[in-house]
């Protein structure tokens, strides 16, 4: 089996059965996932694909505090 490289993007099968992906660091710590689950393999590789083009995003910053206390 080949050594996973990293950072890189894992896609897996959660509980309920549908696809999600993480993306891990260099570190190994997760830094970034789908937030939500899909039932399709290709849903789930298009999500990745959005993901990788929105690395030259804009970053934009809020002076307002966000409680994210739940």
């Known amino acids: 089996?080949?050594?996973?490289p990293f950072p890189?993007?894992?896609?897996?099968?959660?509980g309920a059965?549908?696809?999600?992906?993480?993306?891990?660091?260099s570190n190994t710590k997760i830094i970034a996932d789908s937030g939500?689950?899909?039932k399709r393999r290709e849903d789930c590789e298009r999500g990745i694909e959005?993901?990788?083009?929105s690395a030259n995003a804009e970053v934009w910053e809020?002076?307002?505090?966000?409680?994210?206390?739940?």
Not at 1 to 4: G, H, L, Q
Not at 62 to 70: I, N
């Open 1 to 4: 089996m080949a050594t996973r």
């Open 36 to 38: 939500e689950g899909y």
């Open 17 to 25: 059965g549908e696809y999600r992906w993480h993306y891990q660091a």
């Open 62 to 70: 809020t002076q307002a505090v966000t409680d994210r206390r739940r």
């Open 50 to 53: 959005i993901m990788q083009q």
């Open 8 to 14: 890189s993007f894992l896609i897996y099968i959660d």
